[in-house]
């Protein structure tokens, strides 16, 4: 999740380039901040950027300002760092400016630290884009699906969750996903789930470096529609509708993968099985009778 405010502070890599200072000399490439007693969840974080770092690297190149991640451990210090007005289920945030996330320990939200290092992921993913292009200038929806698809986070989960909209009609327009990350819950996750759907099908139909090229695009002076129309050669209402035709094409489906859906399909298996089982022993025993009433006809003169 981000958190966005206009007009975005230079950062303190640019500071220090202008004096002509060596930036690898002067800044960390990661700081991360965390209570005493998290040192051990520091390193593992510390970690889990670098390793991250280099798998985003093709999309985003490297970092050109200090990665900042403060960890907490408690709802007050992470209001008192994150501000008020967050959604109740945010358990991350990334601020521009000045750049840095807050995330929330992994004891604080009760997730294991594989949701964890998602986490971190996804919030990396913001903090590169951010330092590439401010993501005031850029659609909720394109920051939220760029995070997610790229922290492998649309799972299977949410592409349930989104097959089950398609199905059911009610999939949210992209314009409509400005105010997402004050979503109910509910709606919340079939919105990110649409804006990861959206990235992955920029990704599929005009290759993985469409993201790039989009934000390189910006960074030249265009503006998102401009950039996105460039990277695709469709308007942005082309794009909507080609996007829309794609879920609809690959999702509709996708909902019978839901468990209750998986095990009724196990039950109907199992009884067909069991009926060709059923119907195969009998034509056995049938065929063993015929021979059996043939040997007697021979046998009785």
Known sequence: MTQKKPHPLLSLFVLLATTGFPIAAQIPAIRVEAPAKLSTLRRFTQSAIESQLRELRPYFGPPTAVIRVIIVDSEKSFKENAGPGLPYWTSAVTIF???????????????????????????????????????????????????????????????????????????????????MLRFAHVNAELAYSEAASAIEFLT??????????????????????QSLSAATNLDYVDFTDSWQEYIQKTYRWIFLLEFQHILWFLMLLLLILAYLSVRKRNSQQMKTWDKTELLEDEIIP
């Open 204 to 225: 599929e139909i005009y290759g993985p470096g469409t993201i790039r090229n989009i934000l390189q695009n910006m960074r030249n002076g265009k503006d998102f529609t």
């Open 97 to 179: 400016p000045p750049g840095k996330v807050i995330i929330k320990s992994p004891n604080l939200t009760h997730s294991s630290l594989r949701q964890y290092k998602s986490t971190i992921n996804h919030e990396l993913v913001h903090l590169l884009q951010g330092q590439l292009v401010p993501l005031s200038l850029t659609p909720t929806w394109f920051d939220e699906g760029v995070a997610l698809y790229l922290s492998n986070e649309f799972d299977l989960s949410k592409r349930v969750a989104l097959s089950r909209a398609v199905v059911k009609k009610r999939t949210i327009p992209l314009d409509k996903l400005s105010g």
